[in-house]
């Protein structure tokens, strides 16, 4: 018997190493509200974002999005994509830099602003305590 349990404990620690490598997700990974709360502090880094900071904290909010999207289970769809849309919309005018590109990158983040207002929406109603 005592063989048995030496058997089990290594390949228990067999396992351990074998999945090391691996990042299993957490239960907060996998969880809507945590998810969403991750998407708004991103949000809200965009809005307090200068000028030369607009494409990293857009592609920050994207990424948050795109974990959003993977817990929603089609649920926000419509929000997910219109948001994707506009951050791509505020990606490509913030590359252009220049005082010329400032109006249209004034409009691109009013228009992040409107399509995270809709995702907000919906999903604040999901996420009250």
Same mark, same amino acid.
């Given at each position: 018997m005592a063989g048995t349990g030496a058997r089990f404990a290594a390949a228990v620690a067999v396992a351990g190493l074998a999945l090391g490598g *691996? &990042? =299993?997700? &957490?239960? &907060? !990974?996998? !969880?809507? *509200?945590?998810?969403?709360?991750? =998407?708004s502090a991103a949000a809200d880094a965009l809005r307090r974002a200068g000028a030369d900071q607009i494409q990293a904290r857009a592609a920050q909010l994207a990424a948050r999005l795109d974990q959003l999207g993977a817990v929603a289970e089609d649920r926000l769809s419509t929000a997910v994509e219109n948001l994707h849309a506009a951050l791509g919309d505020l990606e490509a005018a913030a590359s252009g830099g220049g005082a010329a590109a400032r109006p249209l990158v004034d409009q691109s983040r009013d228009d992040v602003r409107a399509a995270f207002a809709q995702l907000e929406q919906a999903a604040d109603s999901e996420c009250q305590a």
């Open positions: *691996c &990042s =299993l997700p &957490s239960a &907060s !990974d996998q !969880d809507f *509200c945590t998810q969403y709360a991750r =998407l």
